[in-house]
T-cell receptor, first 116, second 111 residues
C-alpha cells in the first residue's frame, strides 16, 4: 500500500539553526500539507501546497518557514532560524488528485523536532 | 472559542462496552467532517468520514447534525485495540483541503 514517508524521524538542533524536514508524498497525489503537533496539544495546520505554490498558510507559518517541492517527489519544510517553541512533531500529508474536501489526507509518520 | 471542541476524557471502559464521543464545531462554513484515530506519538489515521445521513463501519457509527453543529462517534463492543485518541476533524469550505483538528478524546479500554 502506498504511504507517505518522512525523514528524519527525529531531529535535534540548536536554537537559531536551520532545519529541513523531508517528506515523500504518495506518487499520484497533487495536494501536499504540513501540520505540527506540540506535545500534549492538538494537530495544527501549517501550510498547503498545490501546483508548485502555497495555496493556504496559517498564522504559524511566518517568514521563518518555507516549503518546496524541488524534484517532483520530495516535499520539504524549512525552518530558517529555529526557536525553542518550534519543538513539535511535524506531519506531512498528501491528498489524491480529485478536488473537494472528502478525499482522505494520508499522513506520514512524522518528524520529531527538538530545539535545544 | 475553539473551532472544534471535544471532551478530552479520558474515557476508561471495560472490553465489550459501548462508548460515545461528541464534538462540536463553531464554523457553520465547515463542509466535511471526519473522525481520525491517533495512537501515542503516531500519525493521525482516518477512521471514517461523517455524512449528514449518518454512516456505519462495523462497530463504529458516526452522526452529523449540521443544525446543532455537532458530530458523534459511537463504538460498540469495545476492544483493547480501540484504546487510542479519537480526533474530531473538520474541513472548511475551501479547495485547499485544510483540516482543523479537535484536541482529541482519549479512550482506554480495560480487560
Amino acid at each position: 500500500e502506498p504511504e507517505v514517508t518522512q525523514t528524519p524521524s527525529h531531529q535535534v538542533t540548536q536554537m537559531g539553526q536551520e532545519v529541513i524536514l523531508r517528506c515523500v508524498p504518495i506518487s499520484n497525489h497533487l495536494y501536499f500539507y504540513w501540520y505540527r503537533q506540540i506535545l500534549g496539544q492538538k494537530v495544527e495546520f501549517l501550510v498547503s501546497f498545490y501546483n508548485n505554490e502555497i495555496s493556504e498558510k496559517s498564522e504559524i507559518f511566518d517568514d521563518q518557514f518555507s516549503v518546496e517541492r524541488p524534484d517532483g517527489s520530495n516535499f520539504t519544510l524549512k525552518i530558517r532560524s529555529t526557536k525553542l517553541e518550534d519543538s513539535a512533531m511535524y506531519f506531512c500529508a498528501s491528498r489524491g488528485p480529485l478536488a473537494g474536501g472528502y478525499n482522505e489526507q494520508f499522513f506520514g509518520p512524522g518528524t520529531r523536532l527538538t530545539v535545544l | 472559542r475553539k473551532e472544534v471542541e471535544q471532551d478530552p476524557g479520558p474515557f476508561n471502559v471495560p472490553e465489550g462496552a459501548t462508548v460515545a464521543f461528541n464534538c462540536t464545531y463553531s464554523n457553520s462554513a465547515s463542509q466535511s467532517f471526519f473522525w481520525y484515530r491517533q495512537d501515542c506519538r503516531k500519525e493521525p489515521k482516518l477512521l471514517m468520514s461523517v455524512y449528514s445521513s449518518g454512516n456505519e463501519d462495523g462497530r463504529f457509527t458516526a452522526q452529523l447534525n449540521r443544525a446543532s453543529q455537532y458530530i458523534s462517534l459511537l463504538i460498540r463492543d469495545s476492544k483493547l485495540s480501540d484504546s487510542a485518541t479519537y480526533l474530531c476533524v473538520v474541513n472548511r469550505r475551501s479547495n485547499t483541503g485544510k483540516l482543523i483538528f479537535g484536541q482529541g478524546t482519549t479512550l482506554q479500554v480495560k480487560p
